[in-house]
């Protein structure tokens, strides 16, 4: 019976296993925009085909390049940077402390004045008065 030595095949039967090193692939505006452009004079069936085969792009890459498009969102200035966004800084939380328990302080307030103002319209409707217009609502 003969034996199989698989060492000296290795190239050939390479592992099932994922590599994880890869990365992710970035491409630039210029690049994108360029592929846009040739993807929009694509008329005939399977030129578009041929060109994401030819660059190497998956059809739902370059969908989504024509969506950030559409949205205007292709652009060199972007108006956000990726990342964490940074923290507050001491001046900015003490602000928004004080921004909080004014807020919380004129809440009670409104929640009082509108108590009072049911109040009123309650007596008003035991004593049989009528509502006191404005001189402005008359007008």
Not at 45 to 57: D, H, N, T, V
Not at 58 to 73: F, I, P
Not at 107 to 120: S, V
């Amino acid at each position: 019976m003969e034996k199989y030595n698989l060492s000296k095949n290795k190239d050939k039967y390479k592992s099932s296993e994922i590599d994880g090193s890869t990365r992710k692939r970035q491409y630039s505006l210029a690049y994108k925009k360029k592929v846009l452009a040739m993807a929009a004079l694509c008329c005939a069936p399977g030129e578009l085909g041929a060109l994401l085969r030819r660059e190497g792009l998956a059809s739902s890459t370059l969908y989504g390049w024509r969506v950030l498009e559409a949205n205007g969102k292709l652009s060199a200035n972007r108006k956000g940077k990726r990342g964490p966004k940074k923290l507050l800084t001491n001046k900015q939380k003490g602000e928004l402390k004080r921004l909080e328990k004014e807020n919380a302080s004129l809440k009670r307030r409104l929640e009082q004045a509108e108590a009072i103002i049911d109040l009123q319209k309650k007596i008003a409707k035991i004593l049989h008065l009528e509502p006191v217009e404005d001189s402005e609502s008359r007008q």
